[in-house]
């Protein structure tokens, strides 16, 4: 399966800034997923990355917010900007390393506290 | 109604036990089917895929049924390591696009 190296692994932050979470996966994929999950909660699907177009976001979650950069096929930024209490969250990157459909691998997640 | 349901638990069984967790989807259209393991501040592992036809991995079972729209995992002798939150997981219908249930907490005592 693939590996994906997550960064930071946790921050607090002042609300008003942004900060810029990466996923480094160590092979190629198509498509990269970000994710949320709220304290215990499940997953929510924030928006899918294509390597050489821009993000394709779900309801609820806006560009402006949450800006993607997929630079190539083994990278991807997610930017929470703008933050506020609300955003205190995990977030996650995840890959389909089978192309499949049948087997995602998550980066170990993003612990943000907006103070 | 959710698109994937779970009962949230926690689950409280005693080392050796037999537990079983169900989970019910909406859309009669899923394709995929998945239990994913999450432990306490760590991020989700693919646990087993789910089959049609049900399948077997050690100590776990996995069952479909798609004419009641629901899954379970049956786990057999449980250890006190397979403490965690068991989530299932349903493909919207369309490429890519996964459902998440809420998961259903497990704790094995001792």
């Known amino acids: 399966s693939a590996v994906i190296s997550q960064k930071p692994s946790r921050d607090i932050c002042q609300r008003g800034t942004s900060l810029t979470i990466q996923c480094q996966v160590d092979s190629q994929v198509t498509m990269m997923f970000w994710y949320r999950q709220q304290p215990g909660q499940s997953l929510t699907l924030i928006a899918t990355?294509?390597?050489?177009?821009?993000?394709?976001?779900e309801s609820g979650f806006v560009i402006d917010k949450f800006p993607i950069s997929r630079p190539n096929l083994t990278f991807s930024t997610l930017t929470v900007s703008n933050m506020s209490p609300e955003d205190s969250s995990i977030y996650l990157c995840s890959v389909d390393w089978t192309g499949t459909n049948y087997g995602y691998t998550f980066g170990s997640g993003t612990r943000l506290t907006v103070v | 109604r959710k698109e994937v349901e779970q009962d949230p638990g926690p689950f409280n069984v005693p080392e050796g036990a037999t537990v079983a967790f169900n989970c019910t989807y909406s859309n009669s259209a899923s394709q995929s089917f998945f239990w994913y393991r999450q432990d306490c501040r760590k991020e989700p592992k693919l646990l087993m895929s789910?089959?049609?036809?049900?399948n077997e991995d050690g100590r776990f079972t996995a069952q479909l049924n798609r004419a009641s729209q629901y899954i379970s995992l049956l786990i057999r002798d449980s250890k006190l390591s397979d403490s965690a939150t068991y989530l299932c997981?349903?493909?919207?219908?369309?490429?890519?696009?996964?459902?998440w249930g809420a998961g259903t907490k497990l704790i094995i005592k001792p």
């Open positions: 997981v349903v493909n919207s219908g369309s490429n890519y696009q996964l459902i």
């Open positions: 789910v089959y049609s036809s049900g």
């Open positions: 990355a294509n390597q050489g177009s821009e993000a394709t976001y």
